[in-house]
């Protein structure tokens, strides 16, 4: 009972933040919250850029933009991320990364995805939930290639952030039949990452108790 209330109370005031910040901010909202999502703060994307194009199919905002400033945004938390994993390095990720709820394991699991596509892997990781959070930090960390790690975030942020301006346009044309609908989206969408954080949490203790203290992976580039 106490758990329920609890994530009911945090499901709305992140609804509440996103939705004010947006109708306050207008593009700028937009763009201050999906650089944030950017950079490792789990800040549902889901939910930004749905209210975004209902405030476009509203009047309030163009929706072409509206991605392209999402779009933008991601890069730009991208880069940041990028830049501190670069400056920081492997040993630091390797040593501190449980407190960015970065584990042992996701570092070599996203080394094997970057040898495994390459460059790719930039573009494919925008369009992963929950990796696209903290992809860009170990790419940094990796030393990939810069140009390419712009070109290719950039696309798979605007195709991400198209997609999801789109739904809330559609949402907006057909509010009278889903309208109702929208509070509770924001419920599962805000819930279900609510309980993948405490899920992922978890996992990254687990995954470091039982990986060795030392033998940090060697860095390589993409």
């Not at 329920?4 to 933040?17: D, P, S, T, W």
């Not at 892997?121 to 960390?141: C, E, K, M, Q, Y």
Request: positive net charge; contains cysteine.
């Amino acid at each position: 009972m106490i758990k329920n209330v609890m994530i009911k109370i945090i499901i709305n005031f992140l609804a509440g933040i996103i939705t004010a910040t947006i109708n306050q901010g207008g593009y700028l909202g937009v763009f201050g919250l999906m650089a944030l999502e950017s950079c490792n703060i789990p800040i549902p994307s889901e939910v930004i850029l749905p209210y975004a194009g209902f405030l476009a199919n509203q009047g309030q905002l163009n929706w072409h933009l509206a991605a392209l400033v999402g779009a933008l945004a991601c890069l730009f938390g991208s880069i940041i991320s990028y830049w501190l994993g670069l400056k920081l390095g492997r040993p630091f990720l390797w040593r501190y990364g449980k407190w960015l709820l970065i584990s042992k394991h996701d570092i070599e699991r996203a080394d094997k995805f970057m040898v495994k596509y390459g460059s790719l892997s930039f573009f494919l990781s925008r369009l992963l939930p929950v990796i696209r959070t903290f992809f860009s930090f170990i790419a940094g960390v990796s030393k990939g290639d810069f140009g390419k790690f712009c070109l290719y975030t950039f696309l798979g942020s605007w195709l991400w952030s198209y997609a999801l301006v789109w739904f809330g346009v559609k949402l907006g044309e057909n509010w009278s039949q889903i309208g109702p609908a929208w509070e509770k989206y924001q419920e599962i969408i805000i819930g279900l990452i609510v309980l993948a954080v405490v899920w992922h949490v978890g996992r990254v203790i687990r995954d470091n108790k039982k990986s060795p203290a030392s033998g940090d992976p060697q860095s390589h580039s993409a």
